[in-house]
């Protein structure tokens, strides 16, 4: 299992390296390894994120994230991107896409609690929609 940097010493660590002092370019990618991601296979995500780190992306193992149901959860920073039940073969489409091209999160492994997307706003409009309809009827 990873090293899980306590906040005090990933601070002095930024500090040191100026790590995150260019947040367009930079990353810090932290992988949940609490009890139900670990049973999920979090530590062979983590493992496949750090052989991508690099002096653009900071790889961390991190305590509960508190998306248990969704695990293993990844999240990366600046950007506040969180994505759900990551498989280490979803790495490196992560990598390419997100941390080192075009900067774009890969939708379909967005986490769905954080990231709603247009078609799930439309389908709950549409829900509130028929619900008001209903209640015309009565």
């Not at 998306?67 to 969180?82: F, I, L």
């Not at 073969?89 to 999160?105: F, K, M, N, Q, S």
Request: net charge neutral; hydrophobic share 35%.
């Amino acid at each position: 299992m990873g090293v899980v940097l306590s906040l005090q010493s990933f601070k002095q660590r930024c500090r040191q390296d100026t790590f995150m002092s260019d947040h367009s370019q930079r990353y810090l990618v932290t992988v949940c390894q609490h009890r139900s991601c670990v049973r999920n296979g979090s530590e062979a995500v983590l493992a496949a994120f750090q052989q991508h780190q690099s002096a653009k992306m900071m790889v961390s193992a991190s305590e509960c994230q508190g998306q248990c149901g969704s695990g293993p959860t990844v999240r990366v920073m600046p950007t506040n991107v969180w994505y759900c039940q990551v498989k280490p073969t979803d790495v490196p489409t992560i990598v390419e896409r997100h941390l080192t091209a075009e900067g774009e999160p890969v939708t379909a492994l967005l986490n769905p609690r954080i990231h709603q997307t247009q078609a799930t706003y439309a389908n709950l409009a549409a829900q509130y929609q028929a619900f008001l309809q209903e209640g015309e009827g009565e």
